[in-house]
């Protein structure tokens, strides 16, 4: 039995969104699709949502929830084998406990208004930072999904968390039949580092080379059927791995401890033009 893929879903448009990428996700790898709805949600924005609808909050089921997005789900997919669960909980608890036997968890990037965006954003950045399995955040257009998508090619971060997030890329590009672009950030030290290889004052391009034979060496074990394209970008990995999602169709980065996100991962979830997958370093 294969495990499941587990979105997040809330009833608004960006969790639906998350759907349609999950359920993409899931015909793509052949697994089945668990959607989960953490129903405590309405301890925060159950009045204002029951408002926004035009319906009391009692009306606000949880099973209307996730029956929704599993029929959105099968629409896409017909053939897909979809499942629900509503629990009385957190949607970070909720999330993370489906993850524990699951491949994969989507989540969207936002909720319905600008108490619930800060809500979910929370909860992304939580699932993201404690899952044991990798976790994708969706943002991007509406047209961003895991198939068909306006952009085919993967992003991969390459730095000293990306053994794990390599593999996942690898199959991610070979399961689409795209390339896979790997970049490694590199910066000039501004003084000098008795951990650094090179001395300060070195002219930039012998940075760069250093950068490209790390790169080099990471990607030694890259499969023959993929299509690999080195890049070696000078700057900081929270500036160069957003502006690199603005051609991507995903953008795959590594989380290296357990419970905590690096400054890297939170400007990328942020800043991203594509959907993100974190993927924690033992994955």
Known sequence: MYLPLVVGVDGSEPSLRAVDWAADEAALHGVPLLVVFGTLWERYEGAALARELGKP?????????VRAAARRARRLHPDLVVTT???PDEAEQALERAG?????IIAGSRGR????DRLLGSVSRTVA?????PVVVVRGSDDNRALGGRHGRIVVGVGEASAAALRFAFTEARLRHVPLAAVRAWRRPAHDTA???????????????YAAKELDAALEAAPSDVTVRRHT???????????????????????????????????????????????????
Do not use: F, Q
Request: hydrophobic share 45%.
């Open 57 to 65: 909050s009692a009306g606000l089921k949880a099973d209307v929830i």
């Open 85 to 87: 669960e509503a629990v």
């Open 100 to 104: 524990r036997n699951a491949s994969m």
């Open 113 to 116: 208004s600008g108490i619930a």
């Open 129 to 133: 930072a404690g899952s044991d399995c």
């Open 195 to 209: 951990d650094h290889p090179l001395p300060t004052g070195e002219p930039a391009r012998l940075y760069e080379a």
């Open 233 to 283: 970008v000078e700057g900081p990995a929270r500036a160069v791995l957003p502006a690199a999602s603005a051609e991507a169709g995903l953008l795959v980065i590594g989380r290296r401890t357990h419970g905590r996100l690096g400054r890297t991962a939170h400007a990328v979830m942020h800043r991203s033009a594509c959907p993100v997958v974190v993927v924690p370093e033992w994955a």
